[in-house]
């Protein structure tokens, strides 16, 4: 075994490619969608190195043209996740054995290879699967993937060098990190590739073994970061992909003893019943399980009276309409004080006005289809429902169609209340809800937006007023775990913005921070004796 104190690379991140027009990336990128659209592909599952095909195939078709039809997914059932625990725990031994710079490695020659030979095709995937444009696959499955892996790695070196800071004469204090005893399943959802690479690999980076389940509508990407992964060098049963039904995966992980932990990135609801299921289960486990989760967000942006008007604008048509707003920290709702709101609502009209909505193959369209014909449906009974209430106004967008995409028009809606059922309930789509507050009103306003929402993920002041800046970050310092001054209220970056909200929106572990992998491990304290008392008797137990 190599003898060492190992430093690990320093992390940058990942430089965003522009994409512009002539461009060799842009080029690139074509050729990748391309050859992507040029042939159905056949996705196995991937248990203990094995690929798996069960022959039950399912469609990959992208959500903005779901007609067409990019490969087939076979898909699994309770069988198939009892492989995956048993080929998991089978790989535990030597995985956990293997020393920390082996797997760091692996991990560093992952984030290359998406960086440099798998770029495009992840993009590609992305786009297609996800129906991202190409900026926003960019900055998701190129960059923060990337940056999730090689940052993780420095956060693990340095969780490693962390031991006792005194050691008295005579005696050794020193710590341990292990893996988890057991396996660790990931449940990741459809609206970040990088999501759904960093779940499974930060647990497996701290010598985890991983059982991994992607969202059916994020199975074209996930099966590319299963070949980088292999191309990297993860061992078999390192990480293992199944394409199951939830609650069947669910059945048979929950009661398992060796359950350790769960990476969980999705809806609230379902968070709250794991965790009650595991709850239900506890008396079952070797260990008490790890229960880490990112959910659900009612995001707001609140401006306030001496905010600049464009740079509100931008902030509000960004945060709330990049990728058809299906981001955990997209702005739904915000509040805009009634001296600026005839020339804000001009502005964000102009702006939204202005986009254009399509396929992801043209370059020039902003807008992209929301993710499947459920969440359109959703979307559109909102829509349908304020186009005739009184208490709300739609003044851009408002309608949708799903006969070739499914298309969502960027709507926009006033309400005449800030309790108005989109002001409060998650609708995770391109659908944005602003409330005019009186601009007296301010501090109340503070009290509305703290009190709204059961979520607390991500909210955003713009403002050029200190006091109001400050003033709003401290009122509402317990409702967002991402807090943005004079910017959209997402776009988190690792390694700067850690991710995670309380609240409704999870445990706040901070994806892209030291915080998330210590989650991942069980410390052991050392202590060692060199010269140990040989008589039990202590000095004040001397007769005078």
Same mark, same amino acid.
């Given at each position: 075994?190599?003898?060492?104190?190992?430093?690990?690379?320093?992390?940058?991140?990942?430089?965003?490619l522009?994409?512009?027009?002539?461009?060799?990336?842009?080029?690139?990128l074509?050729?990748?969608?391309?050859?992507?659209?040029?042939?159905?592909?056949?996705?196995?599952?991937?248990?203990?190195?094995?690929? @798996?095909?069960? *022959?039950?195939?399912f469609?990959?078709?992208?959500?903005?043209?779901?007609? #067409? &039809?990019?490969?087939?997914?076979?898909y699994?059932?309770?069988?198939? @996740?009892?492989?995956? +625990?048993?080929?998991?725990?089978?790989?535990k031994?030597?995985?956990? #054995?293997?020393?920390?710079?082996?797997?760091?490695?692996?991990?560093?020659?992952?984030?290359?290879?998406?960086?440099g030979?798998?770029?495009?095709?992840?993009?590609?995937?992305?786009?297609?699967?996800?129906?991202?444009? !190409?900026?926003?696959?960019?900055?998701?499955?190129?960059?923060? /993937? @990337?940056?999730?892996?090689?940052?993780?790695? %420095?956060?693990?070196?340095?969780?490693?060098?962390?031991?006792?800071?005194?050691?008295?004469?005579?005696?050794?204090?020193?710590v341990?990190?292990?893996?988890?005893? *057991?396996?660790v399943?990931?449940?990741?959802?459809?609206?970040?590739?990088?999501?759904?690479?960093?779940?499974?690999?930060?647990?497996?980076?701290?010598?985890?073994?991983?059982? =991994?389940?992607?969202?059916?509508?994020?199975?074209?990407?996930a099966? &590319?970061?299963?070949?980088?992964f292999?191309? !990297?060098?993860?061992?078999?049963?390192?990480i293992?992909?199944?394409?199951?039904?939830?609650?069947?995966a669910?059945? @048979? /992980?929950? %009661?398992?003893?060796?359950?350790?932990? +769960?990476?969980?990135?999705?809806?609230?609801?379902?968070?709250?019943?794991i965790?009650?299921?595991?709850?239900?289960n506890?008396?079952?486990?070797?260990?008490?399980?790890r229960?880490?989760?990112?959910?659900?967000?009612?995001?707001?942006?609140? &401006?306030h009276?001496?905010? #600049?008007?464009?740079?509100?604008s931008?902030?509000?048509?960004?945060?709330?309409?990049?990728?058809?707003?299906q981001?955990?920290?997209?702005?739904?709702?915000?509040?805009?004080?009634?001296?600026?709101?005839?020339?804000?609502?001009?502005?964000?009209?102009? #702006?939204?006005?202005?986009?254009?909505?399509?396929?992801?193959?043209?370059?020039g369209?902003? +807008?992209?289809?929301?993710?499947?014909?459920?969440?359109?449906?959703?979307?559109? %009974?909102?829509?349908?429902?304020?186009?005739?209430?009184?208490?709300?106004? /739609?003044?851009?967008?408002?309608?949708?169609d799903?006969?070739?995409?499914?298309y969502?028009?960027?709507?926009? +809606?006033?309400?005449?209340?800030?309790?108005?059922?989109t002001?409060c309930? $998650?609708?995770?789509?391109?659908v944005?809800?602003?409330?005019?507050?009186?601009?007296?009103? =301010?501090? $109340?306003?503070l009290?509305v937006?703290?009190?709204t929402?059961?979520?607390?993920?991500?909210?955003?002041?713009?403002?050029?007023d200190?006091y109001?800046?400050?003033?709003?970050?401290?009122?509402?310092?317990h409702?967002?775990?991402?807090?943005?001054?004079?910017? %959209?209220?997402?776009?988190? &970056?690792?390694?700067?913005?850690?991710?995670?909200?309380?609240?409704?929106?999870?445990?706040?572990?901070?994806?892209?921070?030291?915080?998330?992998?210590?989650?991942?491990?069980s410390?052991?304290?050392?202590?060692?004796?060199?010269?140990?008392?040989?008589?039990?008797?202590?000095?004040?137990?001397?007769?005078?």
């Amino acid at each position: 075994m190599l003898k060492g104190f190992f430093k690990v690379p320093e992390p940058v991140n990942e430089p965003v490619l522009s994409y512009g027009a002539g461009s060799r990336e842009r080029e690139l990128l074509r050729g990748a969608l391309e050859s992507a659209l040029s042939a159905e592909i056949d996705i196995p599952m991937y248990i203990g190195g094995e690929e @798996v095909r069960t *022959g039950r195939k399912f469609a990959v078709r992208p959500p903005h043209r779901h007609g #067409d &039809v990019l490969g087939y997914y076979h898909y699994g059932d309770k069988s198939h @996740v009892e492989a995956a +625990i048993a080929a998991a725990l089978s790989a535990k031994a030597a995985w956990e #054995d293997l020393a920390w710079e082996q797997r760091a490695a692996i991990f560093l020659r992952a984030a290359d290879l998406i960086a440099g030979p798998y770029r495009y095709k992840l993009n590609a995937a992305t786009m297609l699967g996800q129906s991202k444009n !190409a900026y926003q696959a960019e900055i998701d499955s190129a960059c923060e /993937i @990337v940056d999730f892996l090689r940052f993780n790695v %420095k956060y693990m070196a340095e969780i490693y060098s962390q031991q006792p800071p005194v050691s008295p004469r005579g005696n050794w204090n020193r710590v341990e990190q292990r893996p988890l005893e *057991g396996f660790v399943f990931a449940l990741t959802p459809f609206n970040f590739t990088a999501i759904a690479g960093n779940l499974p690999t930060s647990a497996a980076m701290m010598g985890n073994v991983v059982v =991994w389940k992607p969202a059916n509508t994020q199975v074209y990407s996930a099966h &590319v970061l299963m070949e980088v992964f292999r191309e !990297a060098g993860v061992p078999a049963g390192v990480i293992n992909l199944v394409f199951v039904d939830g609650p069947e995966a669910g059945d @048979v /992980i929950f %009661k398992h003893p060796d359950f350790a932990g +769960i990476h969980f990135t999705g809806s609230t609801a379902v968070f709250q019943n794991i965790w009650k299921t595991i709850g239900e289960n506890i008396h079952r486990y070797r260990s008490y399980p790890r229960i880490v989760g990112e959910t659900g967000g009612k995001d707001f942006i609140l &401006v306030h009276a001496s905010a #600049d008007v464009k740079a509100a604008s931008t902030a509000i048509v960004r945060g709330a309409f990049e990728y058809q707003g299906q981001k955990c920290s997209a702005a739904s709702r915000v509040y805009i004080p009634s001296s600026l709101w005839p020339a804000l609502k001009a502005q964000i009209i102009k #702006d939204v006005s202005s986009f254009k909505v399509g396929p992801v193959e043209d370059f020039g369209n902003f +807008i992209n289809a929301v993710i499947d014909e459920k969440s359109f449906d959703k979307l559109a %009974k909102y829509i349908d429902a304020a186009q005739s209430d009184p208490d709300a106004e /739609i003044i851009v967008g408002g309608t949708y169609d799903k006969s070739e995409g499914y298309y969502i028009q960027p709507t926009v +809606i006033v309400a005449q209340r800030p309790d108005y059922v989109t002001m409060c309930e $998650e609708l995770f789509g391109p659908v944005l809800t602003v409330y005019v507050y009186e601009d007296e009103k =301010w501090k $109340e306003t503070l009290d509305v937006i703290d009190s709204t929402s059961i979520y607390a993920l991500t909210g955003a002041v713009i403002a050029r007023d200190r006091y109001a800046i400050g003033e709003a970050t401290q009122a509402l310092r317990h409702a967002a775990g991402n807090f943005y001054i004079n910017d %959209k209220c997402t776009g988190a &970056v690792v390694g700067q913005q850690p991710f995670g909200g309380a609240r409704g929106s999870g445990t706040n572990d901070k994806a892209g921070s030291m915080i998330n992998l210590l989650r991942w491990v069980s410390p052991r304290t050392i202590k060692e004796t060199f010269d140990p008392p040989t008589d039990y008797k202590y000095p004040f137990l001397e007769q005078e």
